[in-house]
């Protein structure tokens, strides 16, 4: 019997917008098959609502043609996925186990290129879409300024709106009244041209009648070959095996972006107002310390008058130079001040203020961003649903982060909208005080211990480390590589201190102990300083690296073969494929060599987040097979998982979340720790869990 020919469609969305949880909607639908047919659907846009208009058989026509599919091809189907959701198409998200993505495929091929849609089509298929984009755009901004002359009540994107949050542009007027419209959001009013064209009455063959749909169509028949032709490439190098083990990440990412992370509104306003009143007597002091030379302050970068002040009024000394090959003033500049300056002078405590209103100033701009994002959560009480209405938890508000595997040269993930892995959690600034548990559930975090740590000392056989590792419990170091380095820097606090030092020195000496570490364990040049600036203790680097000397020889092999194949892999999953890892492409510099710091760090992060994401799928499976407790991953940072369950179910649960976390470590061959921290209250409010 002949074998019946796969069904395959591309498919992609076109949106009022990308906050689809905001009220962002799809309002065109396309699919392009094998053959080059294209199908689409497209809903006319209420102007005053933003609202598109679907037919109920125009959905159900595309829900047939998703399930008859065999397979469905999306680049970044994630949004597509959410898209339609919000129109009632798809309920419960696409059939993941035939999705593949064309933005994973492209970063597993060469991870440190572009990998939009019109770059790989470029690159790939040798076929130039661009053009369609640009007719899009400039028949976009004239209906833009059209609609804003002639139709003012039409609901058009603009910065502030609370259903579009994301939107950054501005439209401005010059001296002759002429609209000069800056708009970086265009795409979400690329419905515009159509709805203008009918409003105005212009002819059928009039191009903005089907500029939109000239250029989503080209989207969806590029599509299908772009993918075709990844597959020919993925196949031929051997990557297709781990290719179809990233894909499994999608419907896990998927789930917690729909998940989102719950926050206190009254927690950010009171830390808010603090941070505020801090900041701004951090400003004081600094303008009265520099008795007059300074106005205001910059949150970040160098003014003329910040300048003088430092180098010329202070007569400091930068031990690092900028780009230009002026005197520096970052943050480890700053540090090193700090500690080499007596603590009552005058240009410590101008340089102590100035760094205290920097942190201050920047975890307010993370707030803001959480409020901008955020939404309030909605409860159904009795009272509530016999009224037809939702009720809402007055004080827990909602984020819906959005994660980007391939968002990194590396396999870390990036996030926006907001940002949920830069989510402070130092001890003056921890932003993480804003987000918890809603009412009724509990949180707990899990994260590996030392993981970019143990990876290159299991893997180079550095003894030392390693028996640190496996004897946890021992003291004085109780597996703390950073304090082992730490007593070598600093004998004399450790011997008084001891383990304390951790705390004591937490957002001194013990985090530039951690950040020399790695500093030097990703190849920083001694003869640069880099590792020392780090330290902030001259010749620290020398002495670490004598003392841990196979690490040392397992970065030199990786720069050897990054400068033969141009990149480096991820350790083997020998679950996956034995013979080879995810490779990380390092860029070169103008001689032709890659940098000396790239490989071994490319080399540790990519394998710690393959870890994290066989993590990541273990523990989503085990969730979605254990429905008691209603538990939730709702979001990753680095290492770090943070669960959500009802309150008082995680326990009967966690302790397994937490041994298939280290059991992904057997897939690699490097044994792996976790540590459990309970937050029944806020996220920065930890209970250690044994």
């Given amino acids: ?19 689809l949880a905001h009220g962002a909607k799809p309002f065109f639908i396309t699919m392009c098959d094998e053959e080059g047919e294209i199908h689409y659907w497209e809903a006319p846009v209420d102007p005053l609502t933003r609202e598109p208009k679907w037919s109920s058989s125009d959905l159900i026509e595309v829900e047939q043609f998703i399930h008859q599919a065999d397979l469905l ?123 203008v064209a009918v409003a105005e009455g212009y002819s059928e063959d009039h191009d903005w009648h089907h500029v939109l749909a000239d250029y989503a169509n080209t989207d969806s028949s590029v599509t299908l070959p772009l993918y075709l032709r990844q597959k020919q490439l993925l196949e031929s190098k051997g990557l297709w095996r781990i290719y179809q083990e990233r894909l499994k990440l999608l419907p896990v990412i998927y789930a917690m972006e729909q998940a989102g992370m719950t926050m206190s509104r009254s927690r950010l306003e009171g830390l808010y107002l603090r941070l505020t009143n801090e900041s701004e007597e951090c400003r004081e002091l600094c303008i009265e310390l520099a008795e007059g030379e300074i106005e205001d302050l910059p949150v970040n970068g160098m003014s003329n008058a910040l300048r003088y002040v430092l180098f010329d009024k202070f007569a400091l000394k930068s031990n690092k130079k900028t780009n230009k090959g002026a005197q520096s003033a970052d943050k480890f500049v700053l540090d090193h001040w700090l500690t080499t300056l007596p603590e009552t002078s005058r240009p410590w405590r101008f340089v102590n203020s100035l760094r205290r209103y920097r942190k201050r100033k920047t975890a307010i701009g993370y707030m803001d961003s959480y409020q901008k994002f955020w939404l309030p959560m909605y409860g159904h009480g009795p009272v509530a649903l016999a009224m037809g209405k939702k009720q809402t938890y007055g004080d827990t508000y909602k984020v819906y982060p959005s994660y980007n595997p391939t968002g990194t040269d590396t396999l870390r993930f990036s996030s926006q909208n907001p ?33 970019e740590l143990r990876i290159p000392a299991y893997e180079a056989n550095e003894t030392e480390m390693v028996n640190l590792f496996e004897h946890p419990d021992d003291p004085p170091y109780y597996g703390s590589y950073h304090m082992l380095v730490f007593d070598t820097l600093h004998p004399d606090k450790f011997r008084k201190y001891g383990m304390k030092c951790k705390d004591i020195f937490a957002d001194t000496w013990y985090t530039w102990t951690k950040a020399g570490n790695f500093s030097v364990q990703y190849g920083a040049v001694e003869r640069s300083g880099t590792a020392d600036k780090a330290f902030h203790v001259p010749g620290a680097q020398k002495r670490i690296m004598s003392r841990f000397t196979q690490i040392k020889k397992l970065s030199q092999r990786w720069i050897d073969f990054a400068n033969k194949h141009g990149y480096v892999e991820t350790m083997p999953d020998k679950t996956v494929d034995p013979n080879r890892g995810y490779p990380l492409y390092c860029t070169r510099t103008d001689y032709g060599k890659v940098l000396e710091t790239v490989p071994l760090s490319y080399h540790v992060q990519g394998t710690a987040m393959w870890i994290t994401m066989k993590a990541m ?33 995680g326990k009967g649960h966690i302790h397994n979340l937490a041994r298939l976390m280290e059991q992904s470590g057997d897939d690699v061959g490097v044994p792996l720790g976790t540590t459990i921290h309970y937050h029944p209250v806020c996220w920065s409010k930890t209970e250690e869990w044994k």
């Avoid at 949920?420 to 994260?447: H, L, M």
């Fill in 73 to 195: 091809v999306l680049q970044n189907p994630r949004f597509d996925s959410k898209a339609l959701e919000t129109v009632g198409c798809i309920n419960g998200g696409l059939p993941w186990d035939k999705v593949v993505d064309t933005l994973l495929a492209g970063h597993l091929l060469i991870s440190n290129q572009p990998h939009d849609l019109t770059t790989m089509a470029m690159i790939y298929l040798r076929l130039n879409i661009q053009p369609y984009e640009d007719r899009l755009e400039v028949a976009t901004k004239e209906a833009r300024k059209i609609a804003m002359k002639n139709y003012p009540l039409w609901r058009i994107s603009k910065e502030g709106d609370p259903q579009m949050p994301s939107y950054k542009g501005s439209v401005k007027r010059d001296k002759k009244g002429n609209i000069k419209d800056e708009s970086k959001g265009w795409k979400g009013d690329s419905w515009l041209p159509k709805a």
């Fill in 1 to 19: 019997m002949p074998k019946l020919k796969q069904r395959i469609y591309s498919l992609d969305t076109e949106a009022t917008g990308l906050d």
């Fill in 419 to 451: 940002n949920a892995q830069q989510v402070s959690k130092q001890e003056e600034t921890n932003t993480r005080y804003c987000f918890g548990p809603a009412p009724g559930r509990e949180w707990y975090a899990i994260d590996f211990s030392n993981l």
């Fill in 617 to 649: 799928l273990r523990c989503h499976e085990y969730l979605r097979n254990n429905k008691r407790g209603d538990g939730k991953l709702i979001c990753q940072v680095h290492d770090e998982m943070i669960f959500d369950f009802k309150q008082g179910h």
